[in-house]
Each structure stands twice: as C-alpha cells, then as structure tokens.
C-alpha cells in the first residue's frame, strides 16, 4: 500500500518515523493536507493492549476537529470523579474527599481512558478515509545523510534516508514472545483481545516476509522522528534528553478486579500509611489498571541504581496492592497486561535540526504514567507540527513559521515535566502523620496539588507565547524558549491585539466553544465543530447586532473589503483553491435569528457556487435552540453584544488575534506576518450572477450554465411508496 | 455468505422476506437473539439513493438501543423547524409562522432526515456484528406451502418455501437501467454517490449469477413478510389491503438547490394562491427534497384513474415548482433522483396467518411520504414482532404472545391512515381566501393540525393497548383490534398496576428517558441507554431513599424475594443464561449519591461473577451530574421521591406494570401471564464466596477457584513510557 514500490528510490515530502501516537497524528495532519508522506515503524503490528490509556479533554477536541473523537467517547471509560484515600490517626484508610476529576465547564468533552490500540486504530481508519497512506511495519531507518546547505531550499530534498525492511521475526517486539514470569505466552488470549477491525492489520503481518532484508533509499524534504524514547533520529542529530531518574518504583497491573473496594470504578488515590501508594484508574471493558508502589519491602535496586527487571512480577506487584488496600480486599482472575517502571523525568535540548529533521512525543520528553499525560501531549506536539510542516510544503506559509514549534512545544514539555516532578513526589511520599511530621507529606497539600493539576492535566492551559501566529504583547523570546519567532515581521511591524474585546477569548490558547445556532436552519453547534482541521485559517466575525444600522454599515464594509481583488484572502488564496481554502470567513451575530436571514450579510459569508447555489454553512447566531438551551456565547466570550469583534483562529484552534470587527488594516498586516503571496491570486467571483438573483457579478469566470439542468437519474417506476 | 448452502434442502427458524428496513429491523432483531434466520431479497443490491428519509425520535431511540442511532445522528440532517408560507390577501407569499419541528423534551432525540440506502447500511453492519445472518440478494420466494394443522406445534417447521435464485439481470430493477426521460442512464454517476463501504454489496452482485435458476426448497417455523406494497406473502395468504386512491398528483425531486428562497434549509409548507402546494424537506450533503403538487394545468390523469407516468419527468415537476415558489426564483444543476406519487391510504386487514405467517410495512399499509412516517411505521412493525417471536422460539415466552402484534400494530397502522387523510387533505387543499371561503383550506386550521401532528409523527404518542404484556385497566379489545390478546391468565386473573404511582411513565407507552448517573462511577446516562434491545425484560426498581430505614427494608426484603429459589427470575430463567439473562433488575434509588455505594443495596442487584466480580453497571442514582445537570428522574417520571415504585419494561421499552415497590406478588402474577416456567430454573448463587468477602454462598455453584490467578501476558521491557 505504499505510494512507492520499496525496491525503488523515491522522493517524498515527509518522512515520519514511528506509528504511536505521535507520529500518527503526524501523518493523519498530512493525511487532510496533501502532503505526499512515508510513516514507517519498526514493529511489525499495532499496539493491541496495555500502554497508555489517559486523554484529556483538549485531546478529544482535536480528535473531534479530526471527526474521530466520538468513536473514542463512545468505547471509553469516563473519568469524572477522584477519590482521595488516606490513612487517619490510627493508620487505618479511609475516603477523605471526593473532588471531580474534569474541573466542570472547561470544555465538551471530559477526560476519558481508552487503551492505546483503539486510539491508534481510529487514527489509522481516519489516515486512510482521507489519503492513500498507509504505515509500512517493520521498516527502520538504517542510515541518514542531510545535506545542510540545502536546508533554506524551499524546493530541496536535503534529506538522504536509507531504510531497512526486517522479517516477521525481527519486527515483533520481545515481550509478545515470551513471558516475564517464566510461563509460556498466551498468544491466543493476547489476540482474542482484538477488535475485528483489527483483523487486516495481523493479515499484513504475514506479509512482511516479502520484503525481509531489502532496502530502499529515500529523498524527504522533511523527517518526523516519532520513535519512542529511545529515538533513532535523535541519536542521528547527537541530541539527548536532560533530566533525573528517581529511586521510586512502581507496578502497573491491567486486571479485572474482583473486589470490596467500594470505589473501584473511580478513579482514586491512595496512600497507605506505610504500605506506599496506590492509584486506581477504572477503564474500558470492566478493566481497571493499578499504578502500585513497590515499597522498601520488595525495593530491588539500590538507591540510584536501576531495578533489577527480574525480580518484577504479576504477584509482587499485587502483594503490594493488597497490603496497601487493607483491610479491603482485592484479586483477579483475569490479567490484561502488566509492566514496572521507575520514575525518570527528561526533556530534549533541541526538537529540530534546521527545521528540517524534527522530533515528538517521547523522543524529546519523558515522565511518569500515572498523571495521564504522555500520550496527549506527544499527539500535541505533532497537532502542532503538523500543519505547519503541511503549510510549508503547500505554499501557504513561509518556512520562518516552523521555527515556533520548539518555541511552543519545548516549553510545555518543560511544564509537564515540572508537574511531573511535583505531582510524583507527593504521591510517592508518605502521608504526614502530623502537622508536626515534616519528612511526610501534607494530604491537604496533597488534594489542593491534585485539584490545580486539574487544570494542567486537562490541556487546556496550553498558552502559547508571542509569536508571528500569536499576537500578543509582551516578548516572544520570555514566553517561548528563546528561539526567533517573530519573523520577516519582526515585533514591531507585528499586528497588535485587543484582548479587552473578548476577555473569554485568550490569546495563545485555544478557542474555546459554546454553543451557536446556524443562521439557515437553527441547528446548534459547538463553535469547535466548525473548526476542523483541514489547515484553513479562520477569521471570526462576531457581527454583533446587524439590526443596528450602524453595525451594519461597518459589516457591509468589510465584506466589501475582504470582497475586493486586493484583499488578504484573496492574495493568499491560490486560484486553484476555493476562496475559502486557505482562510476561511465565518460570522456569528447577536441579532435575534427569527429576525434576518443569511441574505443580510454580504456574499463573502455565504459564497456562491455556480453548481451547488449559496454556502449555508458559515452565517451563524448567538440565540435560544429548540433543544439545547441557550449557548450564550458573546456572554461567555466576553464580547459586546452590540459591536462585536473579530478573532483570527490558527488551523490548530489556538487564537492568533482579536481585534475590532471591521479592522480590515490589522487583521492584513497579521496575515502578511506569516502567509505567503501567491503568484496566481484567487480572483474569482463570490456572488451570484445578477441576472439570476440580482447579485452582483464581480468577476467574468462565473459560469453562465447554471440554468442548464442536467438529470442524473429518475425513476417513476416505484417511489417512495410505490402507490402509483 | 448464507448459512445453508442453496444447493441443500434445509430449516430455519424465521426465513423474513424483503430487505427494506422493515425486514432489516426484523433481521437485526433477531441477530440479538440467537435465532436462525435467512432474508432473502429479489433486487439485486440495497438502495443507495432516493426513497424514503424521514426519521422519527421514537426511531432513533430504538436504533441506539440497537447500538447505531450516532452513526445515523452525524450523517444525518437535523430537522429542527418548520416554517409554514402562506399567500397574503394579494395573494403574495409570506411566511406565516415558525414552529419547532420536533416537540421539545419529548425525546433525547429530535426528528432526522437521511436517505435509505444509509439506514440500510446502518443495519447492515449490526446485523453483520452480532450473527452470521447475511441478505441473500436477488433470491425469490416461488411457491410456499403450509400445514395449518401443525400451527400450533411449537416444534413444527409448518412452513415449506421454495426459493429461486435471479440472475443479475433479473434482479436489477428496471428504473436504474433505463431513464425514465428518455435520456441514457448515467450509472456512473449514480454510483458516485456510493460510499466507500457499500463497495462490497456491488462485488457481491457481480456473483449472483453463479447461482442463477438454481431453486432450493426451505422449511420454516415462521415467515415474515416485508416485501413493500405489491407483497407477493401478502398474495399468497389471500390478503388484501383497504382504502382509496385519490385524485392528489405530486412529484418528488431530490436536488442540490440553486435559490434565493431564504428558508430552503429548512422543512417548509408552502401554500401558493392558485399553483399549489410544495414542502421542502432539507436534506444531508447539500441536498433538498422538494414535493410538489402537480396542478391541474399538468393533470395528467382524469379523476379517479391513474395518472399518465410518461408525462412526468424532471421538468414538468421543476416547473410546478417554480410557480408556487413565484417570486423566488429556484433551479438546479444536480438532481440526485425524483419520481412522481399518487396519494393513496390503505391498510391490510390481517397482520398473520396462524401467528406462523406475519406481515409488516408497506405490505400492510401505503399513505402518502411527505409527513415522513413510512419507513417509521414499518421498522417499528418488526420492532414489536422481532423479539416476540425470539422469544417464542427461545422458549421464553408462548406462542398466544404473538396474537399482540396485530392488536398492536394495525391500530397503529390505521392511526397512520387517518393521520395521512387528514394531512394530505389540508396540505393539497387551495387555501381559504378568506374567512367566507368554505372551500378552502383555513391556514390558522392547517398551523394547528401541524402542531397536533408533530406528537403523533414523533412516533412517540404510540400507545399499546390492554393484553397480557400490557396490564392496564380496560378492554382489550377496545384497546386493540378485536383480536383476543389476554393469553391464559384471561383479564381477571391479569396482573393490575397502580398508574398513580409514576404518573410520567404511561402503561403501554415507551418508557421515557431521564438522566440517572451510575452509583459507581457516577457517569450520567440517559435511562433508555441501560435498556438494550437484547431480549431481556427489566424490573426498575425506583427504590427511593435507601437512607430511610423502613424504606430499606423494604428493598432488603425484595431482594431476597427475587434471590429466592422460587422467584420468578429464577423460575424463568434457564440455568444455561445468566441470572438476567430473561428478566434484569435495576435499581434507581433517590438517595444522594454521595451518601452511600452499591454493596448498601442487596446483591441481586449486582450479582457477582466469580471471573469479573461484582457487577457495577445496575445500580443507580437520581442526583446532580458534575457535567450534565441533574436528570430529575423521579420528578420526571411523577415517582415519590421516599417510596419510590417498580416497573415493568417489555424488552422493546414499552411500559408492561407499574406497582409497588415491593409488591414482589404482583410482579409474580404479571410474568405468569407472559413467560414460560423452564424445565431446569436458574440455581446459580448471584452472591461472593463468604470467606471472600463475607457474602452469603446462596449455592454450591460458585466456582470456588477465584484466588487462583492466571496472567494473561506481561512485560518488563517497555512499559508505559520504556523510562526503565
């Protein structure tokens, strides 16, 4: 299924390395964009169980912006509660509070659990709903060469990938061969956890053998390493990870539990008064996964030192879980998967090589499990990423932009790893048995940790910092690691904001969404909905009152202006793109949506087309649904009612600007920022013809057929009840 | 694909003929249970456009009871308003009124609009997860032979069919491979508007004539009959249908829009002056159904006969069209399908022979498409009989059950007819000039036969009268069709229910759904959520507020009624099912959440598993959500928030009992009225192993292995973030 035989050499404009999340969600951007991409992995299957499991709300936003977020809602695990255990004055547990676990109103969507394996399969059915990509298993890089002088190129290849395909053998990782206790693997029983959407993907593996041994050699414009921990192309760039490794060690088991733990089905964290700790995460399926502390008891390292992997087994771990749970009890008869960890928390130096080799996910930061982190904010690298890569390549954007991915990224895999550091340490402590107990930890400390880590862990306090996407004040260089990121622009020539205008809408972070009703036919939306990731820039318009004349007036002028064959959507939008294809104008108004309908607002908000009449689609209201209340959205935006505002939305739902609604001057200069001039510019019409609707005709390339009807088919034999 | 070879003589229990959502419905059903089935269609390929569209509330429930309402829910259109134009004293169009379309807070669903050949698709695949039922495309019933005098033998296949196998030719129907227009069909085009996952139906068509005139001869238990309005079982029992023809023409397109009619996403009921009528019913991917009166300046046929086919085609429907709509201006560039209808109401006046041969849909009632009803009325035909038979031949229930279909449904069936009379009436009427003009049609008069309407065309006003499944006050024979449908216990010795004790959920109506959240893990569901079509009658324990000490008792001492050796659930239950395998209990107490967790309640309901544990999924709770508001269950359903009360749901969520929440008696008497006493009764404990955990070991079944742990798999090398 690879867009090129492998015996051959090839070119492509994208190269990921790695199919787990990252780099999935890497090719899924390039999937909607495109881009002509390679994604390669060394294992020969997809992950089927076990592994990471935790999404937070901001990553279900972005899975939905990708129409794939209801198929992980659906099979999921809800998280909505947390209960906290400790021991009370005597040593002996019991529940000290219940706080919910997604903090309410921040978002649609709350934090659910889903094993790795469904997520990576609705990734792989959306890359092949939208492209012909397809990742190629058992294939690893074998050498790289990069021709640095090649690197500003637009047009180049400067990357050299050599890559290697191995056997059946060789692809398949070392622990579904064998068992770490000794005992001979259940095969049958690992697969009989396999969804039968599943089944093609075991089918392909027999197929590997073809290719076993052959190589192939590969031209890229841009790498992508999203190879786990242990990176291949970060070794190749001489990058490494900084951080520390801690003496903690910890169990994890995957169990159905058979247990009077009244709170199995919530999440909870325990800690025991000298047994260590406990965390209790319920999932999918009846099963709930256990992050146990393996205590001095069965300490197998020595401090400092590496725990000796043997010594690690299924009933140590839940000897620990028993004595931490007492007097409850707790057993299983069926295992999922299990595994051990110590904690180590590290973050890379460098996340790119002349933005030209670039690395996510793992490969640039690494952390504990238990606060269900990881896997969200590795697809949040490559949710970055990925757009930008794909503007590049496309033409849309110039290749300064790329620079603000490190600039965006680092800074929050330093955050991660800062919460981490935090969050691990009280859990790993032992509770205070005092106010006096100073080595202990505080369990009111403790809660109040947990509760502002709600925040964090949601991903939804992502702030990205000034840059030229985001126009903020401030320095760019203080809120993001240090790396140039205001381009050809510079800080001065940049576009300002005015935040005051929507006190709800924050720059730098990501849009958030209310409810809004369609104009055309009072269906409501989630304004997120209407974002998709398809790599469209947004401008915003909340039109405010259009009733009010003089509201009007300023909405029809800037149709106008936005209308006119110099305006900034017109001069970045190729003329082989719709005039929507690369900034998308949406409005939403405050008016009462009984009292006007989509022909009040200029063409450029409902653009015609000759074969499918007007777009209903991006003319919306703040007003009363039928069925689902009332979003109140300017209220909840912070924007006036009257006036309104307008908003610049990046393809990722981060805010790039806010500023007054008919600031056509600003909202140009912000775009001349980053967007690319295009050399056939999109001078088509966007209105009706006149003779057919009295609109005005704007240009000469509107086809003049629209009357010529054609019938695609027909029938009077039978109808809807065949009662002729 | 069959499970039968059509070389081989074999034996089915259900053999349902016609695969339009009726025989879809019925086939999916019984895909659930576990019944053998063939369905046999003679096209050779599902509909993949055109035909009817219109989905109820009430039928997207019970698709999502079946598991598939979301995909329908996201492909579809929702219809959320109709706005209702009428002409002025000068006999201009305006626009009169703007009314929701669906009723709000009558379902968690509102009324959608989506093409057959998705809905088709949609039980397709469910019918593919759960059984190895397929369709057999372009096979035909010959000849059918059936031995009356072993009706009531339930062990008897009374029934012999023998089937023909078409070729392909045979079985593609005429109007997609001609074009009524005189024009070449364009077959390409019309299977572009496949989607990607009927592909495999055209492959599968290519293989009929490998089977072609071959013939095989089947025996049955039972046939069901859902092929359409021209049934060939309908002929064969000597049925007929009852009704009219009248002198209405209308023409149907199915269009891509190009209008400045400002409403046109909108469903709508134009009255023109003097043109006649038109509805727009807005459709999924861009498109609107438009029917349209064809006035007398086109009457084709004279009064009473059938109207001329050749005369109707495309343009002479546009152009009736074009007129009402006068002075908007309408056209298209892409028509999808369109037919032309005379209206017609008729009803069949036998649903079964024997309760061996059954009927359903359109074989049994025709009306006219524009109030959206058809496909409705006929799914939800096999929606009642599916799990009535199933259960006959799963040995659950007896045969007299089966004399409720036709109570049931005819009434509903000629409910439909004067509802369409009614409606087609006003609809097709000239409009009053004024209030003198008796001719007319008043609009103030159409306005609220809409409004009265929408109840009735939610499909939830349903109301299934007295029998032995429904205990309700009354006759049930007033209440039904005549026929007799109180089974053995007869109507005095029937069970009788206290409707005053939940006065929001109606004896022989659709269990409404409210939020309750689950003890455990406090997740909100919608209450029609936990009542899967699956089989299984539930009794909903509302058991109120557990805190309360007598109330408590009360709950205490039900349990242990239905944990009794002699209960019902046991009685009827055989020992190869699980104890909820027939009857599932759930509770729903009015406690606060907070207050207590589910081992307070006993362990019926939450029978433990010695490989899974306790079960967590049947306990529930009337409280706040943390992100979905409080469901108000109780206040809802008029149940006293102390006391509480029980509740019979039939397997279909039709209301069977209300009583007492302890009058366990009652609830006896009930179920001997319906199910069938097994020969070897559920004996298995529902309890923990005491040494375990202290319960109660009711039996010695309880496998006693529950500590000895097996691992299904492992790994130390790797783990969640490979940081080892």
């Not at 209960?83 to 019991?94: E, K, Y």
């Not at 969507?109 to 058992?138: K, M, N, T």
């Not at 063409?603 to 003319?619: L, N, Q, V």
Request: proline share 4%.
């Amino acid at each position: 299924m690879a867009p090129t035989p492998a015996s051959e050499k090839g070119k492509v404009d994208c190269l990921v390395v790695g199919s787990g999340p990252a780099g999935l969600m890497m090719a899924n951007w390039l999937s909607r964009l495109g881009v002509k991409t390679r994604i390669i992995d060394k294992r020969g299957t997809k992950i089927f169980n076990g592994q990471a499991d935790g999404l937070q709300s901001r990553t279900l936003e972005i899975m939905d912006s990708f129409g794939f977020a209801h198929r992980v809602w659906r099979e999921s695990n809800h998280m909505l509660e947390i209960n906290l255990w400790n021991p009370d004055p005597q040593g002996n547990l019991f529940r000290s509070d219940k706080i919910p676990d997604t903090i309410p109103n921040i978002s649609r969507f709350q934090q659910v659990v889903l094993h790795q394996g469904r997520i990576e399969r609705f990734f792989l059915d959306s890359i092949a709903e939208y492209s012909d990509i397809r990742v190629e298993r058992g294939v690893l890089p074998e050498t790289m060469d990069f021709d640095e002088s090649k690197a500003e190129d637009n047009d180049a290849y400067p990357i050299k990938v050599q890559l290697r395909h191995l056997s059946e053998e060789e692809a398949t990782p070392k622990q579904s061969a064998t068992s770490a206790n000794g005992a001979a693997m259940q095969d049958g029983l690992f697969r009989s956890n396999l969804s039968g959407d599943d089944s093609e993907d075991l089918l392909n593996m027999s197929r590997l053998n073809d290719k076993a041994g052959s190589t192939e050699t590969l031209e890229a414009k841009y790498v992508v390493g999203c190879d786990g921990a242990h990176s291949w192309v970060r070794s190749w760039c001489g990058f490494s990870l900084r951080g520390e490794q801690t003496d903690y060690v910890w169990g994890v088991l995957d169990i159905i539990p058979i247990t009077d733990f009244p709170d199995i089905r919530m999440r909870c964290a325990i800690h025991s008064a000298s047994s260590g700790s406990l965390m209790i995460i319920p999932r999918e399926n009846k099963l709930v996964r256990l992050y146990i502390q393996l205590t001095t008891t069965e300490k197998i390292g020595s401090e400092g030192t590496r725990i000796d992997r043997s010594k690690i087994n299924p009933d140590v771990i839940l000897g620990s879980a028993q004595r931490i749970l007492h007097p409850y009890k707790l057993t299983y008869r069926y295992c999922d998967w299990w595994t051990g960890y110590q904690i180590g928390q590290r973050v890379g130096d460098d996340f790119s090589l002349r933005e030209r080799i670039f690395l996510a996910g793992d490969a640039v930061h690494t952390h504990s499990p238990k606060a269900g982190q990881g896997m969200n904010v590795s697809m949040q690298d490559t949710y970055n990423l990925g757009w930008k890569i794909g503007a590049v390549i496309n033409g849309t954007c110039d290749r300064t932009i790329l620079k603000t991915y490190q600039s965006e990224r680092r800074r929050i895999a330093q955050n991660l790893i800062d919460f981490d550091h935090r969050f691990s340490r009280m859990f790993s402590g032992r509770p205070a048995k005092d106010v006096m107990d100073e080595e202990g930890i505080s369990m009111a400390e403790f809660k109040d940790a947990f509760e502002k880590g709600n925040m964090f862990a949601s991903g939804l306090a992502v702030d990205y910092g000034k840059s030229m996407i985001v126009a903020k004040e401030g320095s760019a260089e203080d809120q993001g690691d240090g790396t140039e990121v205001m381009g050809s622009s510079g800080a001065d020539q940049g576009a300002h904001s005015n935040q005051s205008l929507a006190t709800g809408i924050k720059l730098g972070m990501r849009m958030p969404s209310f409810k809004v009703l369609n104009q055309s036919d009072a269906r409501p939306w989630h304004l997120q909905e209407l974002l998709k990731s398809n790599g469209r820039w947004r401008v915003i318009v909340f039109a405010g009152n259009i009733l009010n004349p003089n509201q009007m007036r300023r909405i029809e002028h800037l149709g106008a202006q936005f209308n006119s064959l110099e305006s900034f959507i017109r001069r970045y939008t190729p003329d082989s793109q719709p005039i929507d294809g690369v900034i998308e104008v949406l409005a939403i108004h405050s008016s009462s949506r009984k009292s006007v309908d989509v022909f009040a607002l200029p063409a450029i908000f409902r653009p015609f087309s000759p074969t499918e009449g007007w777009d209903y689609a991006k003319i919306c209201v703040d007003d009363e649904s039928y069925h689902e209340g009332h979003g109140e959205a300017y209220k909840n935006y912070g924007i006036d009612h009257e006036k309104g505002c307008a908003v610049i939305v990046r393809p990722d739902q981060y805010v790039s600007w806010v500023g007054e609604v008919d600031d056509y001057a600003m909202m140009d200069r912000f775009f001349a920022g980053c967007l690319q001039k295009q050399k056939k510019p999109h001078i088509g019409s966007i209105d009706a013809p006149e003779r057919m609707f009295g609109g005005k005709d704007t240009s000469q390339k509107v086809d003049s057929t629209a009357a010529d009807i054609e019938v695609m088919e027909g029938t009077v034999d039978g109808g809807p009840n065949a009662a002729l």
